[in-house]
């Protein structure tokens, strides 16, 4: 069965530390997709990022980097240098090919508060 | 381009009454998926949708929901006799197409409370 865990419940810092969110996922598909939504406090969810699972490779983007490790089945995200804009819950989901369309899983969310 | 609009975004029910609850898509996209979100949890998916056809419900409680997204208009996921238990935030998402690397785009959610 497929599942995500977010561990976290609620992680603060103070602006301009670096942060880290873990995610570790279950599947028994080989082929899946791992995602990271952010959801303000607004309510709405913002796409972040999608990996599918033969793609390793971490990725970064501005202050944004994530690293996916199949050994550990983990895809976590880290905030380069906070802002108080990063305050938010972040969601990690799963996606298996096998399903035959996007059929999210989501883990329970970490709430991020970055303090001035 | 206008994102993924849901309305009404806050919506209050007495047990027993039924909550409609509308999600039009972005332009262009013919694919809407419904997901609930209980206090404190993550989103849970519910119902899969393409013009005039559900793919798959199987997130659906069997009982007093039904979900449609019409050839015109917008998609409607309606809950009958509804009870405290409803009391959730419900988001649509919208994707282009049906494949696995289609970016779903999520409205702001409707937050029902049932008293």
């Known amino acids: 069965a497929q599942k995500v865990t977010q561990a976290q419940t609620e992680i603060s810092v103070v602006e301009k530390e670096d942060v880290t969110l873990d995610c570790v996922y279950e599947t028994r598909d080989t082929t899946y997709y791992l995602f990271w939504y952010k959801q303000p406090p607004s309510g709405e969810l913002v796409f972040l990022i999608r990996?599918?699972?033969?793609?390793?490779q971490n990725e970064i983007s501005g202050r944004y980097s994530w690293n996916f490790q199949k050994s550990t089945s983990s895809f976590n995200f880290t905030i380069t240098a906070s802002q108080v804009v990063d305050s938010a819950v972040y969601f990690c989901a799963l996606s298996e090919a096998g399903t035959g369309f996007q059929k999210l899983v989501f883990g329970t969310g970490t709430r991020l508060l970055v303090s001035p | 381009n206008a994102g993924v609009m849901q309305n009404p975004r806050h919506l209050v029910r007495r047990r027993g009454q039924e909550a409609r609850l509308r999600c039009s898509p972005m332009?262009?996209?013919?694919?809407v998926y419904w997901y609930r979100q209980l206090p404190e949890e993550g989103l849970k998916f519910m119902v899969y949708?393409?013009?005039?056809?559900?793919?798959?419900e199987s997130g659906m409680p069997k009982e007093r929901f039904s979900a449609e997204f019409p050839k015109e208009g917008p998609s409607i996921l309606r809950i009958q006799q509804v009870v405290r238990g409803d009391s959730a935030a419900y988001f649509c998402?919208?994707?282009?197409?049906?494949?696995?690397?289609?970016?779903?785009?999520f409205g702001p959610g409707t937050r029902l409370t049932v008293l």
């Open positions: 949708l393409q013009k005039e056809n559900i793919i798959d």
């Open positions: 990996r599918n699972s033969f793609d390793e």
């Open positions: 332009k262009g996209h013919s694919h």
């Open positions: 998402a919208s994707s282009q197409g049906s494949g696995l690397t289609d970016t779903q785009y």
